[in-house]
Every structure is written in C-alpha cells, then in structure tokens.
C-alpha cells in the first residue's frame, strides 16, 4: 500500500472564508530577489557547461558527473519560466515576458503557449469533468474497464515509468515543437511556438559554430533529457497520490482542489532550491502569484497549508504504481488492485 499521510486531517473541503487574503499578502515579487535569482541560475548555467565543455578534451568523466547539476540548473531555469508565466516574477510584464521567453527557448519550451496552457491546468486540476490540458492522463477505473484491449494496452503503457520518464523527455524535446490550434493553442500561442522554434535553432547553430557538435550533443541534450524526466516525476508526485482529490464539475471546488489535490513534497535543502521549493506545491496551486522563494513562508506561517497530503522522497517514488482514480472509494489506485476487484476488467 501507498505510503499515507497519519497526520493529515478528515476535512475534506477547505475553509474558503480568508484564503484569498492570505496568498495575498505573499503574492507578487520581490524584484531585487527576482533579479538575483535569475542572474545567479543563468550564470551558474553558463559556466556549468563552459566548465563541462572545457573538460570535455581533458577529464570527459567530469563533464559526465557534470550533467547532473547542469541538470538541476535548467530545472531552476524551468521553474524560474514557470513563475514568469504566472507573472510573478517581475514587476514589468514586458519583461516578465522577455526573461519567460528566453528561459523558455532554453527549456526548450514555447513560453506563451505553455503559458496558457498551465493556467488551463489551475484553473481545472483534479476536475473529473475538465481533464486534459497541462496534466497527465488520468482515468477513473469505469473509464479503464470501458475501454477495449487496445485502448487498455495504450493506456498502461502510457501509465508506466519508462514511457512517463523515458520517453516523455523526447515528448517535450520534440513534439512542442509542433502544436495545432485549439483551447490552449490559440494565434498569438501558435506564433508563440514558431518563435521558440526560431530561436532554438539559432541557439544550435551558435553552439555547433562556436563549441562544436559535442557540447551540444553530449553535454547540453543529455543535461536537458535528464532535467526534462525530472521535471515531469515532479509533476506527476504533486498530483498522483492515493488520497488525491477528483471530482464531478458540479462539486469541484478550487481551494479544495489545490490544497488536497497537491501533495507536499518534503526534499532535502539543495533539492528545494534546484526545484524552487516546487515540492510545496499545495501552496503554489492556491496562491499561483506567490513567487518560488515566498512559498515555505506562506506554508510555514499558515496552517490552511497543513492540510495537504505530505510525501517523502521513499513515498512519492512508491506513487508510480497509482494509475487509476477508484470513484468509489475517492483514491488512486493500481492496476493490480482494479483486476482484485469483483467484475473488474
């Protein structure tokens, strides 16, 4: 059984009476402490992977213990996109855009496109009725049985570790390089793609030119790839776990939805701050203006975010096995479980 949080409260709505004035109190950025994040994250980025081209000729083996922390940095870059996108991060929204869009092309993410998408995700997550942008695919055990063998077999091999953190890297890498129109890929979304596109090829030829095939091939791709498959295990920890919150449209609520359907993910230190403490994610969903360094104050000072469902490193690596939201019993379980269950196909 999934690794369950003893101290977490019976409630299961939140108390919607004064939410609202409390993420706002840290809400919006702190520009000094914004701008050193940023300068900090992309110069450590930089010469990580100077550092690691430098040795390539020299001490290849270092460069290869180098990709992890480069890895970590372009989490951080990712994470820094993310608070740009909510615009959190800087006072000026043209320059919001700029540094989201620069840190996008180097995460290989189209900024306004993904953008919109995310807020698609805020505004509907763990919403049974409104699945489907910016989350992974989750079906309920009714929907799973329903499906006939080819749809099951696609499903489960969806659902399974080595496609999600295997294959969902070169999904990233890839296919946003391609998106067709529709509820989060509008006009604006759409140039929005092409632009990013633009620039990274521009990016690889500065690299090819100036560095050589190498860096680029051996250090930045495989510094990205692992950043990308962590990146998407930390999405998928923050809202699969056993007591998750799903529900119909007609009773879904946000508060409630982003405290019990967002686990707290407990890192060490160094973790926190390659992810900018994203592991708070509880607090993040409720108050998505509070900037990556306000989120352990706001968690800390509250205790509407004591609620949330807390996971160590051991149980949120214990979670890939949940694969399917059980209606009746209002939890995610695994397909081992479904195939115990009376008339389960």
């Known amino acids: ?26 809400a919006g950025p702190d520009t000094l402490h914004s701008l050193r994040q940023v300068i900090v994250t992309l110069t450590l980025l930089v010469a990580g992977l100077w550092l690691g081209y430098w040795l390539m000729p020299r001490a290849s083996w270092a460069t290869v213990l ?24 800087l006072p000026w929204p043209r320059v919001n855009d700029a540094v989201g869009f620069v840190t996008g092309v180097l995460t290989f993410t189209p900024f306004s496109q993904w953008r919109r998408e995310h807020a698609i995700h805020h505004a509907s997550s763990g919403d049974l009725d409104r699945r489907g942008y910016g989350d992974l695919t989750t079906l309920t055990c009714a929907e799973y049985t329903a499906l006939k063998r080819l749809g099951k077999l696609k499903y489960r091999l969806y659902r399974s570790p080595f496609v999600l953190f295997g294959v969902g890297p070169l999904h990233m890498m890839i296919l946003q390089r391609f998106r067709a129109p529709g509820m989060a890929t509008g006009k604006q979304q759409l140039w929005n793609v092409w632009m990013t596109n633009a620039a990274l090829v521009g990016l690889v030829l500065i690299g090819l030119v100036a560095f050589g095939w190498k ?19 930390l999405f998928y920890v923050q809202h699969q776990f056993e007591d998750a919150y799903w529900k119909k449209h007609a009773e879904w609520d946000y508060a409630t939805a982003a405290i019990m359907g967002s686990s707290h993910l407990q890192m060490p230190w160094l ?10 994610h509880h607090v993040h969903h409720l108050g998505p203006k509070i900037p990556n360094y306000r989120l352990q104050k706001a968690h800390e000072e509250n205790p509407i975010f004591q609620q949330a469902h807390v996971l160590t490193l051991w149980g949120a690596f214990r979670t890939l096995r949940l694969t399917l939201w059980d209606e009746a019993a209002g939890r995610m379980i695994g397909f081992r479980e479904l195939r115990r269950m009376p008339r389960a196909g």
């Not at 059984?1 to 840290?26: C, F, G, K, L």
């Not at 973790?271 to 708070?280: A, D, E, K, S, Y």
């Open 1 to 26: 059984m999934t690794q369950r949080n003893e101290a977490r409260p019976a409630a299961t709505t939140v108390d919607a009476t004064d939410w609202r004035s409390i993420v706002a109190r840290y």
């Open 271 to 280: 973790f926190n701050w390659f992810t900018g403490h994203i592991g708070l």
């Open 66 to 89: 180098l990709i992890v922390p480069i890895a970590g940095l372009l989490v951080r870059t990712f994470i820094i996109m993310h608070d740009c996108a909510h615009g959190s991060f």
């Open 215 to 233: 860096a680029v091939v051996l250090l930045y791709l495989p510094a990205y790839y692992l950043a990308a498959a962590a990146g998407i295990w």
